[in-house]
């Protein structure tokens, strides 16, 4: 008998998903937490010149040259204008280090595949661009970023 209750916490344990979440113009967004590296304060960024608007620069993270996105040029929000330092989540793709700017970032959470759903038809299009479903959170919507599409349109865009 305890065998199973054992089976069946195991069983539940595996239909989480923990997710790092950010705040970015106020909306919240989750990345899934196998995807972050590092949450750090951007120190020195450099810009490049002609670059694309969304590519806020390079820095130094420990000896790695990251290369910055602003998310906010990303997901076509207005600048930040509060005065506050951003803060960047350090993520890898395909061999390469970037650090996506972010307003705030918040706790991990874990939360039940159960409430996964798609993205709802008036999720913002510049949003459901770059999502791979949402989350209820009491009351509040949790939008998942894909890290993937984030960057792979990003870097399309930044080629073009």
Not at 29 to 58: C, K, N, Q, S, Y
Request: proline content about 4%.
């Amino acid at each position: 008998m305890s065998g199973e209750g054992t089976t069946m916490t195991t069983a539940m344990s595996q239909d989480t998903t923990e997710f790092v979440t950010v705040l970015i113009g106020g909306q919240l967004f989750g990345l899934p937490i196998e995807r972050v590296h590092d949450v750090f304060m951007p120190d020195r960024l450099t810009r490049v010149p002609l670059a694309a608007p969304e590519l806020a620069g390079v820095l130094n993270l420990r000896g790695r040259i990251v290369t910055a996105i602003d998310m906010r040029v990303r997901l076509g929000l207005p600048a930040r204008d509060d005065g506050k330092t951003n803060m960047a989540v350090g993520i890898e793709h395909k061999g390469e280090s970037y650090g996506l700017l972010i307003d705030q970032v918040g706790e991990v959470l874990k939360v039940s595949e159960a409430t996964h759903e798609a993205n709802p038809a008036n999720l913002d299009p510049r949003w459901a661009r770059v999502s791979a479903g949402v989350h209820r959170l009491d009351g509040q919507l949790m939008v998942i970023l894909d890290v993937d599409r984030v960057l792979d349109n990003g870097i399309d865009a930044l080629a073009a």
